[in-house]
């Protein structure tokens, strides 16, 4: 799987270190139950451990973490066919979609202090699923081969290895990038209506 990214565009900042905040706690304990309470904690417990690893390691932990949580479609979980949960969200339902794997991911690792320039959610179309699907991509430097964190397994692998996943497009926080495979001008719209409302939810600690 080669990343081939050709347009940048500006999108809404999401600058923030906090994943799950006292708040959501205190509401996921009330809303659904002491698990829901205890994934949270574990979280920050992980975050606060592990901040001053190795990088590489880093991406492990995250990925092995997140990895006990049930892959569940929006429909089953939410009601409806799209809604990008945040990581506070994934956790107190315990389930989730792709997307919701790949945001979870994107800010633990950003609190444990890896660069946000580093990561990207990256859609792509899964061969062997035979559907569009999210996996958070991960580059050690501008130039070297991305690794993918994905919700289909819960092996990190190099993108030469994923020749399951065929690259649409990719952003983080500061930039969204269209391949040349595809027109994703109606992705873009969607993708940033999702992102928005997920990460205002995540500023004022709001628990769907």
């Keep these: 799987m080669i990343f081939c990214f050709l347009i940048t565009l500006p999108v809404q900042s999401a600058t923030t270190t906090r994943v799950i905040s006292q708040k959501e706690i205190d509401t996921a304990g ?4 002491v698990l829901a309470t205890r994934r949270m904690q574990a979280l920050l417990t992980l975050i606060e451990e592990n901040s001053t690893r190795p990088e590489r390691l880093k991406v492990n932990l995250v990925n092995d973490f997140f990895s006990k949580v049930t892959y569940m479609v929006d429909k089953q979980v939410w009601g409806t066919t799209d809604f990008w949960a945040t990581p506070a969200e994934l956790l107190a339902k315990d389930k989730g979609d792709a997307e919701d794997f790949a945001i979870a991911k994107y800010f633990t690792l950003i609190a444990m202090g890896v660069d946000e320039k580093k990561l ?3 859609y792509v179309t899964a061969t062997r699923i035979k559907r569009s699907h999210m996996v ?3 580059f050690r430097s501008p130039s070297s081969e991305p690794l993918v964190l994905d919700s289909l397994t819960d092996r990190v692998l190099k993108a030469s290895v994923r020749s399951d996943l065929i690259p649409i497009y990719s952003f983080n926080a500061k930039d969204l990038r269209d391949s040349s495979q595809a027109s994703s001008k109606e992705g873009f719209g969607s993708s940033m ?5 997920m990460v205002n939810r995540m500023k004022q600690s709001i628990l769907k």
């Design 30 to 33: 009330k809303k659904y139950g």
């Design 120 to 122: 990207y959610f990256s």
């Design 136 to 138: 958070l991509t991960y």
């Design 193 to 197: 209506h999702q992102w928005g409302q």
